[in-house]
């Protein structure tokens, strides 16, 4: 990886405070200045935090002194240029185009490679696929469909919100789409066949455009308000139902992400038996996966069985396997993993929003090009 260094710490020191918050704590300071080299380069006069506070105790026991961000102006803090602008103002690249490739090997000498100006060849395989980013910031973009194995959840049907973020250890998803993973496998205990006929049947009569919540709330699983059918997942909604319980709560989540699924098989299936088949096998693949929420140890034994999982990005499949999105870690003789997956809600208006960390850019190779911009995603190597 590289170096930063600032040259002469605090060498001018404005007095304006600032804060950060990040998804794992915040920090503020004050507003600094100085030069900071970059592997061969000298970025001048960059402006940057010096953080006098840090508040949550992962930010205490790292081990680095500084984070290095690379998002958009749009979101600095105290609007200060971001190091990157100032790397192209000052002509230091050739290109607007800046690339990250990370080692997953944890036995291996080269933890990863960035390259500030283009991208280095040898570590990715074939042409990257790009997409265009949709709103600065973060580096957003439009993410298609989420698949488990090689079946379609259809929660990304319409497109999802994601950004790519080299600073997010795993791959996280908001409740509603992470939820996914686990939520079938707590419908067993409420008579999955008799619920996924019942979805089946109110979809097939009606028609593709009926509401998840309204399917639900025929089949009596989630509860009607007068004004809205009530379940704090799917919609969103803020005010909650006081007398629900957990479980039905949970129920009535699980319900409307079942009537998604049928809904959008029924598109594409004329036999309501292969649904039901559909279905069954679907909750079998989702059984299998670790959960998102909840136990994050994953029995390394378990691997061979699990099923891939795919994000659609500009119409391709990225496919990521068991052995790719479980981390493995070595803690003395022995060898732990933890699943790759997390929940994580990014709050309007920024999000909800799919965070792609180290986890998929372990697999894939990222470019981002502030010139056109587009992120690209090539096989690393």
């Not at 105790?57 to 002194?65: P, Q, R």
């Not at 061979?304 to 003395?332: A, C, D, R, W």
Request: glycine share 10%; net charge negative.
């Amino acid at each position: 990886m590289f170096l930063a260094t600032l040259m002469n710490l605090s060498q001018y020191n404005t007095g304006e405070s600032c804060e950060i918050k990040y998804g794992s704590g915040s920090i503020s300071g004050v507003l600094g200045q100085d030069n900071v080299e970059l592997g061969d380069l000298l970025v001048e006069d960059q402006v940057f935090i010096e953080a006098t506070r840090e508040g949550s105790i992962s930010l205490l026991v790292s081990k680095f002194d500084g984070i290095l961000g690379l998002g958009f102006q749009e979101m600095s803090a105290g609007d200060a240029v971001p190091v990157w602008y100032n790397m192209v103002q000052q002509r230091l690249v050739k290109e607007e185009v800046f690339s990250f490739w990370l080692n997953r090997d944890p036995n291996a000498l080269e933890g990863g490679e960035l390259v500030f100006g283009g991208s280095d060849p040898k570590h990715f395989k074939g042409n990257h696929t790009y997409v265009p980013v949709i709103q600065k910031g973060y580096w957003q973009f439009n993410m298609g469909d989420f698949l488990i194995g090689n079946l379609s959840t259809g929660v990304c049907e319409g497109g999802c919100g994601a950004i790519v973020d080299s600073g997010t250890s795993l791959l996280a998803g908001p409740t509603v789409s992470t939820c996914l993973l686990q939520l079938f496998r707590e419908m067993l205990t409420f008579s999955l066949p008799g619920l996924v006929h019942g979805a089946i049947v109110i979809v097939d009569d009606y028609s593709d455009q009926v509401k998840p919540d309204q399917v639900c709330s025929q089949l009596g699983v989630c509860m009607f308000n007068g004004a809205q059918y009530v379940s704090s997942q799917i919609e969103q909604v803020v005010k909650e139902n006081e007398g629900a319980s957990v479980n039905n709560d949970l129920l009535c989540t699980a319900c409307e992400l079942l009537v998604i699924w049928v809904r959008n098989q029924l598109k594409h299936k004329e036999i309501k038996d292969a649904v039901l088949n559909y279905v069954s096998e679907a909750s079998f693949l989702c059984e299998s996966l670790p959960s998102p929420s909840g136990e994050s140890i994953v029995d390394c034994n378990s691997l061979p069985t699990m099923p891939n999982v795919s994000l659609t990005i500009g119409e391709k499949l990225f496919i990521l396997t068991p052995e790719q999105y479980v981390v493995k870690i070595e803690e003395g003789i022995k060898e732990i993993c933890i699943s790759g997956f997390m929940v994580f809600d990014v709050p309007p208006p920024q999000g909800p929003l799919w965070v792609l960390g180290d986890v998929f850019m372990g697999v894939y190779h990222t470019v981002f090009d502030s010139g056109n911009l587009q992120l690209g995603f090539a096989e690393a190597a």
